[in-house]
């Protein structure tokens, strides 16, 4: 069975500028999950979907990121524009359902300078 | 407000030894505890996940306790090998029962041949 796949893994940006991480869930994972990990910390939830549509977005800072799952499969998480402190590994991760385990993919490490 | 801690913040041993990291939670109610390990540049994995009535279970070297009473559990990792170095990260679920987490900062293993 094919993890949880992300893309870049690596990525360096200038401020203001715009950067965007895909990711596609496990084959048949209704729910979708974005953290952003600052170095040192453990995963914070960005935002959580369950198939296309939003469960819980509450700690995204709307006013630069915005994250969509069109189709209930795989999904983008875009920063517009990037800050200093965004710098971070954005983990997505996986699971059947919200309740069930999730399964995390290895991240995209942003440096923004 | 629900927290979870961990103690020591990074932890140094010589390979072949055994060590114990520690987690205190102020979750309520409780449902699971989970222990992540996560190497450099990946993302986390399930070592083991513990509920309200298990006080032990094991995965290999590694041994998880949980005490409910006190809301403490332990991470022991015996005969330790160059590659236990890791982050490891103890997560409980939200009692919200959306699937969300909360996460410890987690404890940084350093094994030294």
């Known amino acids: 069975e094919a993890g949880v796949a992300q893309s870049p893994r690596y990525k360096i940006i200038e401020k203001r500028q715009s950067v965007a991480f895909w990711c596609n869930p496990i084959s048949g994972h209704a729910t979708l999950y974005w953290y952003q990990q600052i170095l040192g910390q453990g995963p914070k939830l960005l935002i959580q979907f369950q198939n296309n549509g939003v469960v819980d977005d509450s700690q995204l800072p709307k006013d630069r990121f915005s994250a969509e799952r069109l189709k209930g499969v795989d999904s983008t998480l875009k920063i517009q524009p990037a800050k200093l402190e965004d710098s971070a590994v954005y983990l997505c991760?996986?699971?059947?359902?919200?309740?069930?385990?999730?399964?995390f993919g290895p991240g995209t490490r942003l440096t923004v300078l | 407000k629900n927290q979870v801690e961990q103690s020591p913040q990074s932890l140094i041993i010589l390979e072949g030894k055994n060590c114990t990291l520690q987690c205190n939670y102020t979750v309520s109610p409780f449902s699971n505890l989970r222990w992540y390990k996560q190497d450099t540049g990946r993302g986390p994995v399930s070592l083991t996940i513990?509920?309200?009535?298990?006080n032990t279970k094991s995965n290999g070297r590694y041994t998880a306790t949980l005490d409910a009473d006190t809301k403490q559990s332990s991470l022991h990792i015996t005969a330790s090998q160059l590659s236990d170095s890791a982050s490891y990260i103890c997560?409980?679920?939200?009692?919200?029962?959306?699937?969300?987490?909360?996460f410890g900062q987690g404890t940084t293993l350093q094994v030294k041949p």
């Open positions: 513990m509920t309200f009535s298990e």
């Open positions: 991760a996986s699971s059947l359902l919200g309740y069930n385990e999730q399964f």
């Open positions: 997560v409980v679920s939200d009692p919200s029962n959306t699937g969300k987490l909360i």
